[in-house]
T-cell receptor, first 113, second 113 residues
Framework: NAGVTQTPKFQVLKTGQSMTLQCAQD?????MYWYRQDPGMGLRLIYY???????DKGEVPNGYNVSRLNKREFSLRLESAAPSQTSVYFC????????????FGSGTRLTVV | GDSVTQMEGPVTLSEEAFLTINCTYT??????LFWYVQYPGEGLQLLLK?????DKGSNKGFEATYRKETTSFHLEKGSVQVSDSAVYFC????????????FGTGTRLQVTL
């Protein structure tokens, strides 16, 4: 019972490089989310997908793109990484009801130098 | 918009001490409220939740009561252990928001022997 799986766990990028963070869930959840966690700021929503085939911007979408590949997978892409994108990224999923709480992945620690 | 305010950390307690972490929220309607816990190097785990006014969520000795009149959801534990050392996040999900979680900034708890 894997839950939410994120890859990679760690990544170092040079400014201007691109990369894709992968996320997959095996709970048949409709909704998936990408958050970033920065010291003193809690978690901030980057993008979300309420259901397969839809994506929407969250609080801090600039510099990111997402793809909901199918019901299981939701990827986050940085086209041209910047030092301000150094953060810990969490993927999460949820059933449509919302009130049952999210399941989070273990995170990707990204450093942009 | 919706927001969650938590007490500043870190909170340092001796083992077996009583714990309170304050959380207040601002939201329209009737949000569901959550406490998440993040152990070092890990993702967030749902600790407890409450979906309507006067509900009490509880888990692993932790409790929180949904107080609509004071818009609060304070986390309490009667006797903390060293293993409770973690970062605690208060969060809410409001109706009609595609189940997007809004987080507080987190409170770090350090329990010493």
């Amino acid at each position: 019972n894997a839950g939410v799986t994120q890859t990679p766990k760690f990544q170092v990028l040079k400014t201007g490089q691109s990369m894709t963070l992968q996320c997959a869930q095996d709970m048949n959840h409709n909704s998936m989310y990408w958050y970033r966690q920065d010291p003193g700021m809690g978690l901030r929503l980057i993008y979300y997908s309420a259901s397969e085939g839809t994506t929407d911007k969250g609080e801090v979408p600039n510099g990111y793109n997402v793809s909901r590949l199918n019901k299981r997978e939701f990827s986050l892409r940085l086209e041209s990484a910047a030092p301000s994108q150094t953060s810990v990224y969490f993927c999460a999923s949820n059933d449509r009801q919302g009130s049952r709480g999210y399941t989070f992945g273990s995170g990707t620690r990204l450093t942009v130098v | 918009g919706d927001s969650v305010t938590q007490m500043e950390g870190p909170v340092t307690l001796s083992e077996e001490a009583f714990l309170t972490i304050n959380c207040t929220y601002t939201a329209t309607g009737y949000p569901s409220l959550f406490w998440y816990v993040q152990y070092p190097g890990e993702g967030l785990q749902l600790l407890l939740k409450a979906t309507k006014a006067d509900d009490k969520g509880s888990n692993k000795g932790f409790e929180a009561t949904y107080r609509k009149e004071t818009t609060s959801f304070h986390l309490e534990k009667g006797s903390v252990q060293v293993s409770d050392s973690a970062v605690y996040f208060c969060a809410l999900v409001n109706t009609g928001t595609a189940s997007k979680l809004t987080f507080g900034t987190g409170t770090r708890l350090q329990v010493t022997l």
